[in-house]
């Protein structure tokens, strides 16, 4: 259960998906302060994705898109400087609500959104999995000279990894164009 209010990072090229890890290098004021706040408090943080155009006010408050994923700091190091290197771990997608201005970095009311696939849904995506088994397979086979594919991981935490590390645009990976990205997939 995510807090009603979070903090917000804002990158423009990152995005998070649930049960998928992310390490982080934190290196601005402002977000280390949001580490260290986070750190001392539920350790949850809403990873969102800036829109185009964000460099004209980057060290402001730029457009974000509406819907992000919030992570658990799962693992935080904090160095000599200041610096800290987390590791999230995503939990759930959330709509960005409004905004509070108390803080040099953003924190945001935020409504969960639920992922549930009905019977049809889970049918097609386990059926579509067995072709992407089969191609994952003999692509890291090659690449790795072995097959690696961990058959214990969920079939919604598999098309989250998937898309959390495949080389797509970052704006193409996040929520609101979800289904492009299952195109490309051919989900």
């Known amino acids: ?89 995503g939990l759930e997608k959330f709509r960005v609500g409004t905004e509070a201005s ?21 049918i097609q995506l386990r059926r579509e999995r067995q072709r992407l088994e089969a191609i994952l397979a003999v692509t890291t086979e090659q690449l790795l000279g072995r097959p690696t594919f961990p058959p214990s991981l969920g079939d919604e935490d598999l098309v989250n990894a998937l898309a959390q590390y495949l080389d797509f645009p970052a704006v193409e990976r996040s929520e609101e164009h979800t289904s492009e990205l299952q195109s490309r997939l051919h989900l």
């Open 1 to 89: 259960m995510l807090p009603p209010t979070i903090p917000l990072f804002p990158l423009p090229n990152v995005v998070l998906f649930p049960n998928v890890l992310l390490p982080l290098h934190i290196f601005e004021p402002r977000y280390r302060d949001l580490v260290r706040d986070a750190l001392a408090g539920d350790q949850v943080i809403g990873m969102v994705l800036l829109r185009p155009g964000y460099e004209a006010d980057y060290d402001g408050r730029p457009p974000i898109y509406s819907v992000g994923c919030a992570g658990l700091i799962t693992h935080s190091h904090e160095r000599s400087d200041g610096r800290y290197d987390i590791v999230l771990r």
């Open 102 to 122: 108390t803080h040099a970095y953003r924190l945001a009311d935020v409504e969960v959104l639920p992922e549930t696939l009905d019977d049809a849904a889970t």
